[in-house]
């Protein structure tokens, strides 16, 4: 029987995924969308998220290293409350909505993220946190429809919601020229304080994240 080869890296991110109700009314804003620009690369509503700290490719030893500092930040800060709020693009190519809400809460919690990863020899990418969740992308030569969907986002306001959990996420991003795909590696309650409760997956489960289950952009999204 061949053995498959494991990937000696993957790639890997931290973030916030909005509950399935906030989801579902932003979704539901985009269905024109969805309808007059097919050709857009969409991502999975369950897909959609807000990432706070993007480290990219991680050798896999290096992983089980960030489980016990990421669960002690979640378990130290309370869940901010946050609500999906207009539109944009990047580079006229990517389109994203923003987010509202407990901005400083989140910035705090993104703050202790990055520098817990550095702590465990992880680098997250150098630039500011722009929170925003990462709706789809152009593709080559589509010079309109990003701005097109971004402006028919300008006067949404979703409702509020509290993030409840801290995800550590890995993705397919940059392995193959089909759909990027994430799952959780692990997930923490925010604001437990139990520094060693966590939800895990196993390496080769596909779960997305964000789901009713526990499990859970910049335009560099996972």
Known sequence: MNEQTQPATIRVFIALAPPDPA???????????????????????????????????????TVPLLRAPLAGIAAAHPSPR???????????????????????????????????????????ADRPL????TLARARRGDQSSAAEIAAGLAGFTGRPWDAERLHLVGSNAARSSGPIHYRDITAWPLGSGDRGEASSAPP???????????????????
């Open 23 to 61: 989801k579902e009314e932003l979704a539901r804003k985009l269905r024109p969308a969805y309808g007059s620009h097919p050709r857009m690369r969409w991502n999975r509503v369950e897909d959609w998220h807000i990432t706070l700290a993007f480290l990219g490719e991680l050798p896999v030893d």
């Open 82 to 124: 946050l609500a999906l709020r207009g539109g944009g693009d990047f580079d006229g190519r990517v389109v994203w909505t923003g987010v509202d809400g407990d901005l400083e809460a989140l910035y705090e919690l993104a703050a202790d993220v990055r520098t817990a990863v550095r702590d465990c020899g992880a680098v997250p």
């Open 130 to 133: 722009r929170p925003h969740l």
């Open 204 to 222: 080769s489960a596909a779960v997305p994240y964000g789901s009713a289950r526990p499990a859970a952009g910049t335009a560099h999204d996972g």
